[in-house]
């Protein structure tokens, strides 16, 4: 199957001079987290992030042409599976399909995971543990906790923990932005959190779908179709999340002899190779602790703070070990990480090995 036989033609765009309010409303009213940018010639420019404008220095009525993002592209003409490895690989949600470098269509994450066939995988096999926020929490303390875990979404909970829908960071956007769009002279969207303060979480969260555990991965394509996540439970309370790239990291290329490593955003080469051998020895250090270590997925961010962030998922098959470090620089970021993988697999390793000794002194009482 080709690119062009799933990509999205009609797509929602933005021209250089138009506004950082007005992007992050269109963003709001679409459900969308990124907007590609064209030229009068509709020629691609780049691509415009909710998460990028909301943690930078911009004002409500700054152009976004100082904001364009430089992506991968995505050729009408190319295979799906190609372009699942690079929309995984770019750590985008979405990627532009350019032809004569015009901007032709999109393909984003929901398009692909609509022709995948997960067989009999469950969501428990990729979901990450979920990060929660009280449905009575203001949404500046909301935002603060989006941006110390570096995520763009938060299950809504009551206070006595029952799921009561999700917060997103386009949502967030649109409230900073809207009464701002008017004047010049605003605060920069970073630190305008007088507009949030007062704000609670619950009036500005959205609904939600929700799972029970040992859901089959299959059932989800069309839920994907109406929402960026769905929300695993247990007694309605939330276990874990999945997005469609986490389905999609399931069905990535494999090798037969060992785990394929996947990473995004890490542009040095030579970093990249260094990172990739830390995590080779030590998927090698840890065989037989987890079983089948399927695939290994590293994103790494850069923060203004001139700190690099790195999260890794482990997709094994008996489900998703994840992790995070910063560091000054992504080496020692992949050092830190490493280690707390090391801890966390030594821990759930330790847990099965009591498990099945209880289990082994039950039996023969």
């Given at each position: 199957m080709k690119v062009s036989e799933i990509m999205v033609a009609d797509v929602f765009k933005l021209s250089s001079e138009d506004t950082v309010a007005r992007a992050l409303n269109m963003m709001a009213d679409r459900s969308i987290n990124q907007i590609p940018v064209v030229?009068?010639?509709?020629?691609?420019?780049?691509?415009?992030?909710?998460k990028h404008l909301l943690n930078s220095s911009a004002q409500s009525s700054s152009k976004v042409k100082g904001y364009i993002v430089n992506t991968s592209i995505l050729g009408p003409d190319q295979d799906v599976e190609k372009a699942a490895q690079l929309v995984i690989g770019s750590g985008n949600r979405a990627l532009p399909v350019v032809e004569n470098g015009r901007l032709a269509g999109i393909v984003s994450e929901t398009d692909l995971v609509s022709t995948a066939d997960f067989g009999h995988a469950i969501v428990d096999e990729v979901m990450s543990g979920a990060i929660v926020i009280e449905e009575d929490t203001s949404l500046a303390d909301a935002v603060s906790k989006m941006r110390r875990y570096n995520i763009s979404r938060l299950p809504v909970i009551s206070a006595k923990g029952v799921l009561r829908g999700v917060l997103r960071i386009i949502d967030v956007g649109r409230i900073i932005s809207t009464p701002r769009e008017r004047t010049s002279k605003s605060a920069a969207i970073s630190g305008a959190t007088a507009a949030i303060k007062d704000v609670k979480v619950k009036e500005?969260?959205?609904?939600?779908?929700?799972?029970?555990?040992?859901?089959?991965?299959?059932?989800?394509?069309?839920?994907f179709k109406r929402n960026e996540e769905v929300v695993i439970v247990g007694d309605s309370r939330p276990m874990g999340i999945v997005t469609p790239k986490d389905a999609l990291?399931?069905?990535?290329?494999?090798?037969?002899?060992?785990?394929?490593i996947h990473m995004a955003h890490l542009e040095d080469g030579q970093e990249r190779v260094e990172i990739q051998e830390q995590l080779q020895r030590?998927?090698?250090?840890?065989?037989?602790k987890l079983g089948d270590v399927r695939s290994v997925v590293v994103y790494a961010d850069k923060h203004k703070t001139r700190k690099y962030s790195l999260r890794t998922r482990l997709i094994t098959s008996r489900g998703v070990i994840d992790a995070k470090a910063v560091g000054y620089d992504p080496i020692s970021a992949s050092k830190k990480l490493i280690a707390r993988l090391d801890r966390r697999i030594k821990s759930e390793h330790?847990?099965?090995?009591?498990?099945?000794?209880?289990?082994?002194?039950?039996?023969?009482?």
């Open positions: 030229d009068d010639n509709g020629k691609y420019l780049g691509m415009i992030f909710a500005v969260m959205r609904r939600t779908v929700s799972v029970e555990r040992g859901t089959k991965l299959n059932t989800l394509t069309d839920h990291e399931l069905v990535l290329p494999k090798k037969s002899s060992e785990p394929i030590f998927l090698k250090k840890i065989q037989g330790n847990q099965r090995v009591k498990y099945k000794q209880h289990r082994e002194t039950a039996r023969r009482m």
